[in-house]
């Protein structure tokens, strides 16, 4: 079977740093993504990682160790608009994406 | 254009009803997607086009009738829907490459209730 594991939800402070994690076991890999996702819209793509380590890109990056099956997306200087559901999803090599259940995150002034 | 439309945005239908959900995407992509997407639960894949072909069917009830009239446009074809398909429906659309990033763009989805 296909599993993806995240908490289902952080808070934290406008202007900290926050690491959301994810662990996945699937029967097979083919890359990993994380999106965002407001209330009532559409998710939006943050990043991919493919390859074990570190993406960076602005304020949000993410890391990959597939050997042991776990990425975390790393948000820093957080803003209020960071509120959101955060989810993770691991590609399989038939290409279907297979989502975790999201980390709503609350970011408080 | 890094932009996937969908419409209506809203859509209240009876059980007996027929009606039809769009997609359109002008990105070039040849890889698009039909999702369903319950209140705090992460999007369902339901189809999957790939060159206008149907590649992925996650085994969906066939009252849910996609079709794909050329490699911009996806279209969702309802009829006799049960209360309980009510939910917001994604359509995505990704480039379709084998290998590489290929990341899925999505659309703001339709909000459908069914009565």
């Known amino acids: 079977g296909q599993n993806i594991d995240q908490p289902t939800e952080m808070t934290a402070t406008e202007g900290a740093i926050v690491q959301i994690n994810c662990t996945y076991q699937?029967?097979?890999?083919?890359?990993l993504f994380w999106y965002q996702q407001h209330a009532g819209e559409a998710p939006t793509f943050l990043s991919y990682?493919?390859l074990d380590g570190l993406e960076e890109k602005g304020r949000f990056s993410s890391f990959l160790s597939r050997s042991k099956g776990y990425s975390y997306l790393l948000l820093k200087e957080l803003q209020m608009k960071d509120s959101a559901s955060y989810l993770c999803a691991v590609r399989l090599p038939n290409r279907k994406l297979i989502w975790g259940l999201g980390t709503s995150l609350a970011v408080n002034p | 254009d890094t932009e996937v439309t969908q419409t209506p945005k809203h859509l209240v239908m009876g059980m007996t009803n027929k009606k039809s959900l769009k997609c359109e995407q002008h990105m070039g992509h040849r890889a698009m997607y039909w999702y369903k997407q319950k209140a705090k639960k992460p999007p369902e894949l339901m189809f999957v086009y790939s060159y206008e072909k149907l590649s992925i069917n996650e085994s969906v009830p066939s009252r849910f009738s996609p079709e794909c009239p050329n490699s911009s446009l996806l279209n969702l074809h309802l009829h006799a829907l049960q209360p309980e398909d009510s939910a917001l429906y994604l359509c995505?659309?990704?480039?379709?490459?084998?290998?590489?990033?290929?990341?899925?763009?999505f659309g703001p989805g339709t909000r459908l209730t069914v009565t």
């Open positions: 995505a659309s990704s480039q379709g490459v084998r290998a590489g990033l290929d990341e899925q763009y």
């Open positions: 990682n493919v």
């Open positions: 699937t029967s097979g890999f083919n890359g």
